[in-house]
């Protein structure tokens, strides 16, 4: 049987995530703003949990319909037969999107439809579903765009960005979704050297890692939400996680990082070791502008440098310049990718971007930029 289900992305990583799908095995496959759209089977959206790197979560719409007072969105949800999804033994959470003049509180929305919901079930049984806002049995979507109602259930659970092997962090972590997708939007080829020289906590270079030996993303996870629905199929999910393993290859490429606080590296050395990659990662406590020169190009280097929230102007600027600076003297060959929301910092890297690409860390909006560096002159 196919459903149609909508992914959940970062903006920017839309085309990533629709190459991805599509890879997968998806069908109809159709970019929206911040979310893919697909259809597929059961099985295909195991899948997409389990494999998908630019994913925040899978969710399955079940009923639209248009709705313009509190009232009638309570009927709405009444007309749904929420234990086909839910025992009333079962817990259950709403998050609520709302953008509308007809609706102009979203927690108030959720809970109007939270009563509907609790209402069938004590009309039916005699007692209702308890809510859990962390951890639920369902986790129940409420989408409002004006007077348009959209409710899915979410199969995911916690957001598909944890991946479980980061455990500590830095103070501004890379999202792994995010850093996932700029791995693939540099068209890297998993065999040339990939090298991060700011990589505080190891985010992008234990998910280069991941991509390079096609490890699923989410091996660590044990609990995902579609596992505490009534249709849950053990045995297909246990032949879906084997399918996935069964493309996993070895890491051939050198894949390196370094910063140049202790702390950070130690934090990194962490989350290799929990990743599994302490082996195929080579760390080192150095500054960039120390670094020894890397390995002969073509390569990919990628770093997420400060953005100046700690930094002084004065030395934003200077920091910027010296990056460019070391991929002009040090990295003929390679492709240099930064991502920053610091324009004016960026102009001081003082190299043509090849490519300028907008993405969103966390809420700052910010170029992600290619800079492909020759030996000698660029003819």
């Known amino acids: 049987m196919s459903n149609t289900y909508l992914v959940k992305t970062l903006k920017g990583l839309e085309p990533v995530l629709a190459k991805e799908i599509t890879d997968l095995g998806g069908r109809n496959v159709q970019s929206l703003r911040r979310a893919v759209s697909f259809e597929g089977s059961k099985a295909m959206m195991y899948r997409a949990n389990y494999c998908l790197r630019t994913a925040l979560r899978i969710l399955v719409p079940i009923r639209e319909f248009a709705a313009q007072t509190p009232q009638h969105l309570y009927n709405h949800a009444q007309r749904i037969p929420w234990d086909r999804y839910l025992d009333v033994d079962g817990t259950l959470a709403i998050d609520s999107v709302v953008n509308s003049h007809f609706f102009t509180h979203s927690k108030y929305a959720a809970l109007k439809f939270k009563d509907a919901i609790v209402d069938q079930y004590r009309e039916k049984y005699g007692r209702r579903p308890s809510v859990n806002k962390d951890y639920p049995d369902l986790r129940i979507h409420l989408h409002i765009n004006h007077d348009r109602c959209s409710v899915s259930i979410d199969s995911s659970g916690e957001s598909l960005h944890k991946r479980a092997y980061r455990l500590s962090r830095t103070q501004a972590p890379l999202n792994e979704v995010l850093a996932a997708g700029m791995i693939i939007l540099s068209g890297w080829d998993k065999k040339s050297p990939f090298i991060d020289p700011m990589c505080g906590s190891g985010t992008i270079v234990i998910e280069a890692a991941s991509i390079a030996s096609n490890q699923p993303p989410q091996r660590f996870r044990e609990e995902f939400g579609f596992m505490k629905w009534k249709d849950y199929d053990e045995d297909l999910w246990e032949s879906i996680k084997a399918e996935a393993w069964q493309k996993v290859v070895p890491i051939t490429a050198p894949i390196l990082g370094s ?33 020894p020169p890397p390995p002969p190009g073509p390569g990919v280097l990628m770093m997420n440098p400060p953005y100046g929230e700690r930094l002084t102007p004065e030395n934003i600027l200077s920091l910027y310049k010296m990056i460019g600076d070391q991929l002009k003297q040090q990295y003929p060959g390679y492709a240099g990718w930064i991502i920053s929301s610091n324009m004016q910092a960026l102009k001081h890297i003082g190299l043509r971007a090849d490519k300028r690409i907008t993405l969103f860390n966390g809420p700052l909006e910010c170029s992600f930029r290619q800079y492909k560096i020759f030996a000698g002159k660029k003819a």
């Open 259 to 291: 910063d140049m606080s202790g702390i950070s590296l130690k934090i990194a050395q962490e989350n290799l070791l929990r990743a599994g990659f302490q082996k195929e990662v080579r760390l080192r406590l150095k500054n960039f502008s120390k670094l």
